[in-house]
């Protein structure tokens, strides 16, 4: 009779569950701040760095694809990168911004799913960017006589799709996961855009299964590029300390520069975030973790690029004069 009883419980539970679950059609995003002040400022602050993400990495896109100099493989990637940065702040800030300026905090829950579905395909497409970065330069360095015969335009192509392919599955995963979730009477997310985190906690069902997912695919998406670009600069700094001439290993040690700070910039955050996180306040520690992934990284990007790399440099000054020399001419 006892467990008859606990099973009735249990549908009735189940069905209460369901019934809470189809009145929810959408989320509240509490945002970064709750004060009214702040807002505006917030408001400003946003839109410039948004404004700034845009501009510098389609400025990046654009000199890539005028400037045939810069059409190497080095460069593919490096426009597949701003691209990405551009997809990966416009998931998330402009619906922001207007929430802010409408004075509204709702998402529908479509609308949520769709956002953190993107915001995940494009920060994990970022990190295998990277990795994929490191070795190009690590065939460039280390072999440098075979480098147009190890880099070939197959190659090329499938280190530039394999990002994507990946980071939509990994996306996929997390997704189909996250649908037959219940969302029972609290549908308040303490975050400015819908992420997977946030939503496992609000979740009524056991979300055992998708925080282990998370952990071993976010392991895994962290690790393996992680790793690679952590071999490729230790044999790439073998090979610059073998030159003999001091201009040499400088001018060794600068090229790289660029990629390396990105680099330490993005594995930064994830050290500095999710590797010593703060206890006392973990919705905060969510928060700073998605401004410097999705905001953050992708608006330095271009000034990383542009200010030391000479050849994005020369490229850049063509563009912009370019674009002085066409008006002049109507």
């Known amino acids: 009779l006892l467990r008859f009883q606990d099973e009735g419980e249990c549908w009735i539970s189940r069905d209460m569950h369901q019934e809470n679950r189809t009145t929810i059609s959408g989320f509240l995003l509490l945002g970064l701040s709750n004060q009214a002040e702040q807002q505006k400022l917030l408001f400003v602050l946003f839109l410039s760095m948004y404004l700034v993400t845009v501009v510098g990495n389609g400025l990046i896109m654009l000199a890539i694809g005028l400037d045939s100099y810069l059409h190497t493989p080095m460069y593919l990637f490096l426009a597949n990168l701003s691209f990405a940065d551009i997809s990966s702040i416009s998931t998330s800030v402009p619906k922001m911004l207007m929430n802010i300026q409408t004075k509204t905090q709702s998402i529908s829950y479509e609308s949520c799913i769709t956002q953190m579905y993107f915001s995940i395909v494009f920060v994990v497409t970022d990190n295998f960017l990277l990795g994929v970065m490191a070795y190009d330069r690590f065939v460039a360095i280390c072999h440098p006589l075979n480098y147009v015969t190890v880099m070939q335009p197959r190659l090329c192509v499938l280190l530039t799709v394999v990002p994507w392919v990946l980071s939509n599955t990994v996306a996929l995963t997390h997704t189909l ?50 790793a690679l670009i952590l071999f490729s600069y230790v044999c790439i700094v073998r090979a610059v300390l073998r030159i003999s001439s001091t201009e040499g290993k400088r001018k ?29 306040h973990p919705d905060d ?18 000034f990383i690029y542009s200010l030391r790399n000479k050849d994005m440099k020369v490229a850049l ?14």
């Open 177 to 226: 996961l996250l649908l037959p979730l219940l969302f029972c009477d609290s549908h308040t997310l303490p975050h400015f855009f819908c992420d997977l985190a946030p939503l496992l906690k609000l979740s009524c069902s056991d979300t055992r299964i998708n925080e282990l997912v998370l952990f071993i695919v976010g392991s895994s998406v962290v690790t393996f590029p992680f």
């Open 252 to 280: 060794g040690f600068s090229t790289r520069g660029s990629h390396l700070t990105v680099v330490l910039l993005f594995y930064g955050t994830i050290v500095g975030v999710y590797f010593f996180p703060s206890s006392t």
């Open 285 to 302: 520690r969510d928060k700073i973790g998605a401004v410097l992934f999705t905001v953050v990284t992708p608006m330095m990007n271009p």
């Open 317 to 330: 000054r063509k563009l912009i004069s370019r674009k002085r020399f066409l008006p002049s001419m109507s």
